[in-house]
Protein backbone atom coordinates (compact mmCIF):
# COMPACT_ATOMS: atom_id res chain seq x y z
CA UNK A 1 0.00 0.00 0.00
CA UNK A 2 1.07 3.37 -0.50
CA UNK A 3 1.96 5.99 1.76
CA UNK A 4 3.51 9.22 2.23
CA UNK A 5 5.41 10.89 5.08
CA UNK A 6 6.03 14.58 5.55
CA UNK A 7 8.87 15.13 8.16
CA UNK A 8 7.87 18.10 10.02
CA UNK A 9 4.30 19.52 10.42
CA UNK A 10 5.29 23.03 11.28
CA UNK A 11 8.26 24.88 9.26
CA UNK A 12 9.59 28.34 9.89
CA UNK A 13 12.14 30.03 7.74
CA UNK A 14 13.38 33.80 7.49
CA UNK A 15 12.62 35.66 3.74
CA UNK A 16 15.26 35.26 1.31
CA UNK A 17 16.52 31.44 3.14
CA UNK A 18 16.04 28.20 1.63
CA UNK A 19 13.42 26.45 1.90
CA UNK A 20 12.92 22.70 2.14
CA UNK A 21 10.25 20.70 2.56
CA UNK A 22 10.92 16.58 3.77
CA UNK A 23 8.83 13.96 1.76
CA UNK A 24 9.64 10.17 1.78
CA UNK A 25 7.35 7.68 -0.32
CA UNK A 26 6.20 4.20 0.57
CA UNK A 27 5.18 2.47 -2.75
CA UNK A 28 5.18 -0.97 -4.15
CA UNK A 29 5.63 0.04 -7.95
CA UNK A 30 7.35 3.26 -9.88
CA UNK A 31 4.82 6.21 -8.23
CA UNK A 32 4.09 9.46 -9.16
CA UNK A 33 4.86 11.92 -6.86
CA UNK A 34 3.56 15.61 -6.35
CA UNK A 35 3.67 18.43 -4.46
CA UNK A 36 0.39 20.69 -3.83
CA UNK A 37 -0.30 24.04 -1.90
CA UNK A 38 -2.95 25.33 -0.17
CA UNK A 39 -3.96 28.69 1.04
CA UNK A 40 -6.12 29.34 3.73
CA UNK A 41 -9.86 28.97 2.47
CA UNK A 42 -8.51 27.79 -0.61
CA UNK A 43 -8.21 24.03 -3.04
CA UNK A 44 -5.24 22.42 -3.46
CA UNK A 45 -2.76 23.95 -6.15
CA UNK A 46 -0.52 21.68 -7.98
CA UNK A 47 3.48 22.56 -7.65
CA UNK A 48 4.93 20.32 -9.33
CA UNK A 49 4.76 16.38 -10.12
CA UNK A 50 7.41 13.57 -11.17
CA UNK A 51 5.95 10.64 -13.52
CA UNK A 52 9.26 9.66 -15.56
CA UNK A 53 12.52 11.00 -16.43
CA UNK A 54 14.53 13.84 -15.32
CA UNK A 55 14.36 13.47 -11.62
CA UNK A 56 14.55 16.93 -11.10
CA UNK A 57 11.59 18.75 -11.35
CA UNK A 58 10.64 22.39 -11.43
CA UNK A 59 7.62 23.55 -10.69
CA UNK A 60 5.59 26.75 -9.97
CA UNK A 61 6.57 29.78 -8.04
CA UNK A 62 10.33 29.17 -8.20
CA UNK A 63 9.99 25.55 -6.29
CA UNK A 64 11.47 22.44 -7.11
CA UNK A 65 11.75 18.36 -6.01
CA UNK A 66 14.24 15.81 -6.83
CA UNK A 67 13.15 12.39 -6.85
CA UNK A 68 15.69 10.01 -5.49
CA UNK A 69 14.43 6.34 -5.61
CA UNK A 70 17.29 5.11 -3.47
CA UNK A 71 15.89 7.17 -0.39
CA UNK A 72 12.45 7.15 -1.46
CA UNK A 73 12.52 10.85 -1.07
CA UNK A 74 11.19 13.85 -2.75
CA UNK A 75 11.75 16.61 -0.95
CA UNK A 76 10.90 20.01 -2.07
CA UNK A 77 13.25 23.05 -2.17
CA UNK A 78 13.12 26.91 -2.95
CA UNK A 79 16.45 29.01 -2.95
CA UNK A 80 14.73 32.07 -1.42
CA UNK A 81 11.87 32.39 0.51
CA UNK A 82 8.96 35.01 -0.02
CA UNK A 83 6.32 36.00 2.35
CA UNK A 84 3.60 34.83 -0.42
CA UNK A 85 4.99 31.24 0.49
CA UNK A 86 3.43 30.93 3.42
CA UNK A 87 0.84 28.41 3.01
CA UNK A 88 0.31 24.48 3.63
CA UNK A 89 2.47 22.25 1.33
CA UNK A 90 1.27 18.25 0.44
CA UNK A 91 3.25 15.92 -1.05
CA UNK A 92 1.51 12.94 -1.93
CA UNK A 93 1.65 9.71 -4.36
CA UNK A 94 -0.38 8.29 -7.27
CA UNK A 95 0.16 4.64 -8.88
CA UNK A 96 -1.39 6.09 -11.92
CA UNK A 97 -4.45 4.72 -13.55
CA UNK A 98 -6.38 7.37 -12.49
CA UNK A 99 -6.13 9.55 -9.33
CA UNK A 100 -6.27 7.91 -6.59
CA UNK A 101 -3.89 10.38 -4.73
CA UNK A 102 -2.84 9.23 -1.35
CA UNK A 103 -1.61 12.31 0.56
CA UNK A 104 0.81 13.20 2.79
CA UNK A 105 -0.56 15.01 6.42
CA UNK A 106 1.28 18.35 5.48
CA UNK A 107 3.67 20.61 6.64
CA UNK A 108 3.02 24.37 7.15
CA UNK A 109 5.50 26.59 6.30
CA UNK A 110 5.92 30.07 8.59
CA UNK A 111 8.15 32.70 6.56
CA UNK A 112 9.44 35.07 8.88
CA UNK A 113 10.58 38.86 7.82
CA UNK B 1 -12.11 29.67 -18.48
CA UNK B 2 -14.07 28.99 -15.12
CA UNK B 3 -12.36 26.86 -12.79
CA UNK B 4 -13.94 24.05 -10.60
CA UNK B 5 -16.80 25.70 -8.76
CA UNK B 6 -18.70 23.56 -5.63
CA UNK B 7 -21.59 24.62 -4.10
CA UNK B 8 -22.96 25.25 -1.46
CA UNK B 9 -19.44 26.39 -0.43
CA UNK B 10 -20.60 26.11 3.65
CA UNK B 11 -23.31 24.13 4.88
CA UNK B 12 -24.37 22.85 8.57
CA UNK B 13 -26.50 20.13 9.31
CA UNK B 14 -27.31 17.87 12.36
CA UNK B 15 -26.58 13.92 13.10
CA UNK B 16 -28.81 11.61 11.25
CA UNK B 17 -29.36 13.83 8.27
CA UNK B 18 -28.05 13.82 4.94
CA UNK B 19 -26.32 15.59 2.65
CA UNK B 20 -25.27 16.14 -1.12
CA UNK B 21 -22.32 18.29 -2.57
CA UNK B 22 -22.05 19.31 -5.59
CA UNK B 23 -19.29 19.93 -8.15
CA UNK B 24 -19.15 21.88 -11.11
CA UNK B 25 -16.01 20.14 -13.34
CA UNK B 26 -14.26 22.36 -16.03
CA UNK B 27 -15.22 22.94 -18.89
CA UNK B 28 -14.08 20.15 -20.83
CA UNK B 29 -12.95 17.67 -18.17
CA UNK B 30 -14.28 14.66 -17.54
CA UNK B 31 -12.84 12.78 -14.26
CA UNK B 32 -13.93 14.36 -11.25
CA UNK B 33 -12.61 13.32 -7.82
CA UNK B 34 -13.18 13.70 -4.30
CA UNK B 35 -11.64 14.23 -0.99
CA UNK B 36 -12.22 14.94 2.77
CA UNK B 37 -10.46 17.28 4.80
CA UNK B 38 -10.06 16.67 8.47
CA UNK B 39 -7.31 18.02 11.39
CA UNK B 40 -7.24 14.72 12.31
CA UNK B 41 -7.58 12.59 9.41
CA UNK B 42 -5.70 15.10 6.40
CA UNK B 43 -6.65 14.49 3.42
CA UNK B 44 -8.46 11.71 2.24
CA UNK B 45 -9.59 10.50 -1.29
CA UNK B 46 -13.03 9.47 -1.15
CA UNK B 47 -13.65 8.29 -5.04
CA UNK B 48 -13.24 9.33 -8.71
CA UNK B 49 -15.24 9.64 -11.25
CA UNK B 50 -15.24 9.31 -14.92
CA UNK B 51 -17.76 9.33 -17.67
CA UNK B 52 -20.30 8.76 -15.52
CA UNK B 53 -17.98 5.42 -14.15
CA UNK B 54 -16.81 5.11 -10.31
CA UNK B 55 -12.71 4.59 -11.62
CA UNK B 56 -11.49 4.62 -8.11
CA UNK B 57 -12.74 4.26 -4.66
CA UNK B 58 -10.91 5.17 -1.36
CA UNK B 59 -11.67 3.14 2.08
CA UNK B 60 -14.76 4.96 3.41
CA UNK B 61 -18.03 3.59 4.49
CA UNK B 62 -20.90 2.72 2.11
CA UNK B 63 -22.62 6.55 3.65
CA UNK B 64 -20.46 7.97 1.79
CA UNK B 65 -21.71 8.18 -2.26
CA UNK B 66 -21.33 9.75 -4.91
CA UNK B 67 -22.37 10.02 -9.17
CA UNK B 68 -21.12 11.79 -12.01
CA UNK B 69 -23.95 13.00 -14.95
CA UNK B 70 -23.19 13.30 -18.69
CA UNK B 71 -22.04 16.67 -18.30
CA UNK B 72 -19.27 15.54 -16.37
CA UNK B 73 -20.89 17.76 -12.92
CA UNK B 74 -20.87 15.54 -10.03
CA UNK B 75 -22.55 14.92 -7.01
CA UNK B 76 -21.75 13.35 -3.48
CA UNK B 77 -24.07 12.36 -0.82
CA UNK B 78 -23.22 11.42 3.16
CA UNK B 79 -26.12 9.23 4.44
CA UNK B 80 -26.77 9.41 8.31
CA UNK B 81 -24.35 12.17 8.98
CA UNK B 82 -21.82 11.39 12.15
CA UNK B 83 -20.23 14.55 14.13
CA UNK B 84 -17.10 12.79 12.74
CA UNK B 85 -18.13 13.64 8.79
CA UNK B 86 -17.08 16.94 9.92
CA UNK B 87 -14.88 18.27 7.12
CA UNK B 88 -13.77 20.07 4.33
CA UNK B 89 -14.33 18.09 0.75
CA UNK B 90 -12.82 18.94 -2.21
CA UNK B 91 -13.26 18.41 -5.59
CA UNK B 92 -11.31 18.40 -8.30
CA UNK B 93 -11.70 17.70 -11.79
CA UNK B 94 -8.70 16.85 -15.04
CA UNK B 95 -9.27 16.65 -19.04
CA UNK B 96 -8.56 14.05 -21.23
CA UNK B 97 -8.19 10.74 -20.26
CA UNK B 98 -7.81 11.55 -16.67
CA UNK B 99 -4.90 9.91 -15.51
CA UNK B 100 -2.22 11.49 -13.20
CA UNK B 101 0.87 10.66 -15.41
CA UNK B 102 -0.29 12.71 -17.91
CA UNK B 103 -3.70 14.88 -16.60
CA UNK B 104 -3.28 17.58 -13.63
CA UNK B 105 -5.83 17.88 -11.40
CA UNK B 106 -7.84 21.47 -10.77
CA UNK B 107 -8.98 21.38 -7.39
CA UNK B 108 -12.07 23.66 -6.07
CA UNK B 109 -12.46 26.09 -2.74
CA UNK B 110 -14.37 23.41 -1.02
CA UNK B 111 -17.44 22.73 0.82
CA UNK B 112 -17.40 23.16 4.37
CA UNK B 113 -19.46 20.56 6.28
CA UNK B 114 -20.33 21.15 9.94
CA UNK B 115 -22.57 18.80 11.60
CA UNK B 116 -24.18 19.25 14.69
Redesign the interface.
Known sequence: AQSVTQLGSHVSVSEGALVLLRCNYSSSVPP?L?W?VQYP??????LL?Y??GATLVKGINGFEAEFKKSETSFHLTKPSAHMSDAAEY?C?V?E???????????TRLFVKA | KAGVTQTPRYLIKTRGQQVTLSCSPISGHRSVSWYQQTPGQGLQFLFEYFSETQRNKGNFPGRFSGRQFSNSRSEMNVSTLELGDSALYLCASSSGGGDSYTDTQYFGPGTRLTVL
Not at chain 1, 41 to 46: A, D, S
Open positions: YFYNQGLQLKTTFASGGGFKTIFGAG
